[in-house]
């Protein structure tokens, strides 16, 4: 019943722009800070984003710092990460999860299917 859904990612070219959405069903995901992570074959997952859930400032890994934002839209009850400026090395599996806080690593629950971005010209 409880479930994350990730949507939104695609093949861009390099310099181009995704927005990706992390949707909750059967709880709220106002109640948990959520993160986004991605994953490359042959590499470890990278937590990249997470947004609080009382503290509204996001946090952002230094890879993506500047060119992604995340985002709540409370009634639609999804989190979005607003991806600029790709970059082949971006090029991975986007994930979200539910935390208790962000400055954990590991999240409550296991990390979503995810969706695919993959950057290339």
């Known amino acids: 019943q409880v479930q994350l859904v990730e949507s939104g990612g695609g093949l861009v070219q390099p310099g181009g722009s995704l927005r990706l959405s992390c949707a909750g069903s059967?709880?709220?995901?106002?109640?948990?800070?959520i993160g986004w992570s991605r994953q490359a074959p042959g590499k470890e997952r990278e937590k990249i984003a997470c947004?609080?859930?009382?503290?509204?400032?996001?946090t952002y890994a230094g890879s993506v710092e500047g060119r992604f934002a995340i985002s709540r839209d409370y009634v639609a009850n999804t989190v979005y990460l607003q991806m600029n400026d790709l970059k082949p090395e971006d090029t991975a599996r986007y994930s979200c999860?539910?935390?208790?806080?962000?400055?954990?690593?590991?999240?409550?629950?296991?990390w979503g299917l995810g969706t695919q971005v993959t950057v290339s010209s």
């Open positions: 947004v609080g859930r009382r503290d509204p400032t996001p």
């Open positions: 059967g709880f709220s995901l106002a109640d948990y800070a």
């Open positions: 999860a539910t935390f208790l806080v962000c400055m954990d690593l590991a999240p409550i629950g296991p």
